[in-house]
């Protein structure tokens, strides 16, 4: 994804620049990998916008950096002339301090930065072997851990676990374990001397003795495969399939889905929610609007879920250890994570301040965030933190229901089926009859530490309760 990224010059960059202007080379400063979200550790270098030569000016994009969770444009922002590129196009995991480029100031040869190395501008440190960082979640605030048993809050001295060998397993074809009978064909001693002399598999001859014991005369009578049977077995050796490399996205998205089963234990709560009346506000309102506005169904889900969440605020609270203590964050404010698919993967704006808001500028937000979504131009800010997340497949006519996995560490998310016409009984002066109704199935996934079931069950409750009688919303 692009964004906008600026990059503020450190006095050490600087102490380079000058300790390597003695080795011959004009003065020069040495632009090292930025960390562009707070979770970053490592990029990989993606299209370079200025070659060595040109002219830089505040707010020029130098280059795309893919980081864990995005594709980024990095903006430089002092005046200068690119001297030299380190690191190419396609280069991975590259480090965030490892130096990428050379800047020189206007006017300045930048001839003799021909030769100039990596190792001139002070050499490169590895990328760290496990990024535990890239936990942080694309679309919710870095969890406060706390942890004192991590590498970086052991005590200097304190003693080091001897490594330990890895297990090895053994290779296995998976097979029953056999015998040595088992796996030697019964045959005469006649019949193995003749296959030995003829070349013929003992293992491929079809026994006609007693109790499939193969004779001399089976060896005989043996004709081998034809030779299609070869060519065919090499065709089906060939590679069905095609290995696609995980994008730093991909990984980041799988690290939060695995962490989130494993440490939050789920429950889900499902309903079926009439949408008639939600519908006919809706055409009301949109046919009023005079194009200043056209209101989505989800704009009232998102709506009605900030009401569900303020009756139950318990809802709107996450898990956190903060300084070895475990607390329960509960919310004054309901932001809003709206489930985007991207080109690149799932991403989750935030609609902030849901609870103030009116229909028209949740409508607006969500309009706006899902284009610069789509288009790589969120800010951090805008997709990390978030206090609920709304995933709605309603566009598609196929999913009836679904349930979805929380984006720690909010403690809930509301998964929303597409809308179907239901026959509901009724009874009239007339009679029995039957009515057609508009109903969506919504299934709320909750955290177990934070939501017991109960409030989980009350807060489907009160949405329920806001999306059947949608004027409340107006209240």
Request: contains cysteine; proline residues 7%; aromatic residues 4%.
């Amino acid at each position: 994804m692009l964004m906008r990224c600026f990059f503020r010059q450190l006095p050490a960059l600087l102490a380079i620049a000058r300790s390597y202007a003695s080795k011959s080379f004009p003065p020069h400063t040495v632009v090292t990998m930025p960390a562009l979200s707070p979770t970053m550790t490592s990029g990989n270098i993606g299209t370079w916008q200025k070659a060595a030569g040109d002219t830089i000016a505040p707010g020029d994009v130098l280059v795309e950096i893919e980081t864990d969770k995005a594709q980024m444009d990095f903006e430089f922002q002092e005046d200068g002339v690119l001297a030299k590129i380190l690191k190419d196009s396609g280069e991975k995991d590259v480090a965030v301090g490892n130096p990428i480029a050379v800047m020189v100031e206007e006017g300045t040869d930048i001839a003799p930065f021909e030769s100039f190395t990596l190792d001139d501008a002070g050499g490169e440190k590895a990328p760290p072997a496990k990024e535990s960082t890239e936990e942080a979640a694309e679309s919710s605030e870095p969890a406060d851990t706390g942890s004192q048993t991590s590498p970086s809050t052991l005590p200097k001295d304190a003693p080091k676990e001897e490594s330990k060998p890895e297990p090895q397993e053994s290779e296995s074809s998976g097979g029953r374990l056999q015998t040595s009978l088992e796996r030697e064909p019964s045959a005469s001693p006649a019949a193995k001397a003749l296959a030995l002399e003829r070349g013929v598999p003992i293992k491929q001859v079809k026994g006609t003795g007693p109790g499939g014991r193969i004779t001399k005369q089976d060896i005989e009578k043996f004709k081998p495969a034809s030779s299609a049977a070869p060519a065919s077995s090499a065709a089906s050796s060939a590679p069905t399939y095609e290995d696609i490399p995980a994008s730093s996205m991909r990984k980041t998205i799988a690290n939060r889905l695995q962490q989130s089963m494993n440490q939050n234990p789920h429950y889900f709560v499902a309903a079926t929610v009439s949408v008639s009346k939600l519908l006919k506000l809706r055409q009301a309102l949109n046919s009023s609007a005079d194009g200043q506005y056209k209101l989505s169904v989800n704009d009232f889900i998102i709506k009605a879920a900030a009401v569900a969440c303020k009756k139950v605020p318990a809802v709107n609270s996450s898990w956190r250890e903060i300084d070895g203590q475990i607390i329960i964050r509960q919310h004054n404010t309901v932001d809003v994570s709206v489930a985007v698919a991207t080109p690149i993967g799932l991403m989750t704006p935030i609609v902030k301040g849901v609870e103030g808001l009116g229909l028209s500028s949740i409508s607006a937000q969500v309009k706006d965030l899902g284009k610069r979504a789509r288009d790589g131009k969120l800010k951090p800010e805008e997709y990390q933190g978030g206090t609920f997340t709304i995933s709605n497949m309603g566009m598609n006519a196929a999913i009836d229901r679904f349930t979805a996995v929380i984006n720690p560490p909010q403690a809930g998310i509301l998964a929303v089926g597409t809308t179907k016409k239901v026959a509901v009984p009724s009874s009239t002066e007339e009679g029995n009859g039957v009515e057609w109704d508009e109903q969506v199935v919504v299934t709320g996934s909750f955290d177990h530490k934070v939501v017991d079931g109960a409030v989980g069950g009350e807060w489907i409750r009160e949405f329920k309760k806001v999306v059947e009688n949608p004027l409340e919303m107006m209240l």
